[in-house]
């Protein structure tokens, strides 16, 4: 048997423990095979000497999350606890590299995972960038960030942010209210990065002074979008012609992210996602690069990554019955 005695330092030893050690007690059950006690501002653990390291690298872990991200829960413990530490590592959080940008409140808006990292630094060197992945996996919230980020710095002059409409088919019409309160629905995961990193009345004179633009992917058409940062969301739901269409407005000085989830495809069943061949035929080209999100980028509720899989197994589990059902 092995025994070693940890510090909690660097961050206030609550925010680890918890009030009443409820935090404590919490990551003891998700280590049911060592015997630990806390004391002051230190864990005592004792148990096989693999069980002691795999502890150890685990509560670096989670004081570097807390260091991070200002708190703890009990989902953060279980998604570091079951986390691959091989697959997940960036900078230290004293290593300010993987800050973005610095979002309302004093909050620091980072690359949490090792491809968020990898989507930011590619955007840098190309100018066009396709982030592929599925939900949970901060391909949006991270886009948002950069285009902030470019607008603070002054790289560009104008944020677009755009979607397709699918569930209303791009005309929208049907939909009580005006136009604004038609679309707003299909936008509001835009707005909602906006506003975590813009304060809201700067927020408000962007908008009505068109430096930030939120808008169906519709009203791209026949523009030119000259030094602006702009960002295509849920791109799975376009088509071949809309995709096309988005790719050439694209004008002087500007940046672009396309985002999207392939197996997360909204359109009717006849039509064709144009992610698919846009990925295709776009790889050769130089100033184009494509980084694929996994479920290890989730950073959602803990169940968002096992739920991923499942449906990643149901998937998978359909292509061999196709296979096999036609010889």
């Known amino acids: 048997m092995t025994e070693i005695t940890l510090p909690i330092e660097g961050i206030d030893p609550i925010d680890f423990f918890g009030v009443n050690n409820s935090r404590f007690n919490f990551i003891k059950k998700n280590f049911p ?15 096989s000497e693999g069980d002691i390291a795999m502890f150890k690298q685990k509560v670096d872990r989670m004081i570097d999350h807390i260091e991070r991200n200002g708190k703890l829960t009990e989902d953060n413990i279980e998604s570091i606890v079951h986390s691959d530490d091989a697959g997940h590592k960036i900078q230290k ?37 396709f982030a592929i992945g599925p939900a949970g996996t901060g391909k949006t919230y991270t886009a948002v960030a950069l285009a902030v980020r470019a607008l603070k710095e002054k790289n560009v002059k104008k944020i677009i942010l755009t979607r397709p409409a699918v569930e209303a088919g791009e005309s929208l019409g049907f939909l009580p209210g005006d136009l604004k309160e038609k679309i707003d629905p299909y936008l509001r995961p835009l707005y909602d990065a906006l506003d975590d ?19 169906p992917l519709a009203f791209m058409r026949g523009r030119t979008l000259d030094h602006s940062f702009i960002l295509l969301d849920e ?8 995709l096309k269409m988005f790719l050439t407005r694209i004008g002087a000085a500007s940046k672009c992210i ?4 392939p197996t997360q495809i909204d359109l009717p069943p006849k039509i064709k996602s144009g992610l698919h061949t ?8 130089e100033g184009i690069s ?24 149901l998937n998978e589990t359909r292509a061999i019955d196709e296979v096999t059902s036609h010889p």
Not at 111 to 118: F, G, M, P, S, V
Not at 197 to 215: S, T
Not at 278 to 285: G, M, S
Not at 294 to 307: A, C, F, G, Q
């Open 258 to 261: 396309i985002t999207g989830d």
């Open 278 to 285: 846009a990925l295709r035929i776009l790889k050769p080209i």
């Open 93 to 129: 959080a004293k290593d300010t590299s993987d800050i973005i940008v610095h979002g309302n409140g004093g909050i620091m808006v980072r690359a949490r995972t090792e491809n968020q990292l990898l989507m930011v630094k590619e955007s840098e060197k190309n100018d066009i960038v």
């Open 33 to 47: 095979t060592l015997r630990m006690v806390s004391r002051g501002s230190s864990i005592k653990a004792e148990g």
């Open 290 to 313: 494509t980084i694929h999100l996994n479920e290890s980028d989730v950073v959602r509720h803990r169940l968002v990554k096992e739920i991923i899989k499942a449906y990643d197994k």
């Open 235 to 242: 791109a799975q739901n376009c088509t071949d012609m809309q």
């Open 197 to 215: 990193m813009i304060p809201a009345d700067k927020l408000k004179y962007f908008m009505e002074n068109r430096v930030i633009e939120v808008a």
